[in-house]
């Protein structure tokens, strides 16, 4: 005779403590009149922080994209203050040169196309929406008039012609 054993399983769905925060950033044109839109989408994921950006009615060519200290984005943009630089370290580009070769919001250059749009994802180790050491809710997109030629101490990007403040949407 033979004997089964059944063995009922106990099944854990979900961790709902460990709830992903998201933002957006809405990116407006810092000059009145001009048709610049787009929106920034950040995501708390596992490896990091998520970041979708795109954008329209931009001149074709890369564009310096960063995240800037302040929630704000009067003044042509400058509201918006320097970089985000917690550590006080060189200008440089986050993905490549991490937390001690570049500011925490370098994000480095978005290429828009022909037709005046472009896109730019990027997951960023470390960076966070609240919380942690180098966190960005709250503060600005901001998107370039000119490339970001990692020369020092910003980039060379000259002016601000986008920007949005990060919202924690959810
Ligand atoms: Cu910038």
Same mark, same amino acid.
């Given at each position: 005779m033979?004997?089964?054993?059944?063995?009922?399983?106990? /099944?854990?769905?979900?961790?709902?403590?460990?709830?992903?925060e998201?933002?957006?950033?809405?990116?407006?044109? *810092?000059? $009145?009149?001009?048709?610049? +839109?787009?929106?920034?989408t950040?995501?708390?994921?596992? $490896? @990091?922080?998520?970041?979708?950006?795109?954008?329209?009615?931009? *001149?074709? @060519?890369?564009?310096? /994209?960063?995240?800037?200290?302040?929630?704000?984005c009067?003044?042509?943009?400058?509201?918006?203050?320097?970089?985000y630089n917690?550590?006080?370290?060189?200008?440089?580009?986050?993905?490549?040169? !991490?937390?001690?070769g570049?500011?925490? !919001?370098? /994000? #480095?250059?978005?290429?828009? @196309?022909?037709?005046?749009? #472009?896109?730019?994802?990027l997951? /960023?180790? $470390?960076?966070?929406?609240?919380?942690?050491?180098? +966190?960005v809710? #709250?503060?600005?997109?901001?998107?370039?008039?000119?490339a970001?030629d990692? #020369?020092?101490?910003? !980039?060379?990007?000259? !002016?601000?012609? @986008?920007?949005?403040?990060?919202?924690?949407t959810?």
């Amino acid at each position: 005779m033979k004997r089964v054993m059944v063995v009922v399983g106990c /099944l854990v769905v979900g961790a709902p403590w460990a709830r992903a925060e998201s933002g957006k950033a809405v990116i407006q044109a *810092t000059a $009145e009149g001009a048709a610049i +839109s787009g929106e920034a989408t950040l995501t708390e994921t596992p $490896e @990091g922080l998520n970041v979708s950006v795109r954008v329209a009615n931009v *001149t074709p @060519g890369k564009h310096g /994209l960063h995240i800037h200290q302040y929630g704000a984005c009067g003044d042509a943009g400058n509201a918006a203050g320097g970089h985000y630089n917690p550590h006080g370290v060189k200008h440089g580009l986050l993905p490549t040169d !991490g937390f001690t070769g570049a500011h925490a !919001g370098d /994000l #480095g250059n978005i290429d828009i @196309g022909a037709d005046g749009s #472009g896109t730019l994802e990027l997951t /960023l180790p $470390e960076l966070r929406l609240s919380g942690g050491e180098h +966190s960005v809710g #709250g503060r600005s997109v901001i998107l370039h008039e000119k490339a970001d030629d990692f #020369g020092q101490p910003t !980039g060379n990007a000259g !002016g601000r012609i @986008g920007c949005g403040v990060i919202a924690i949407t959810s």
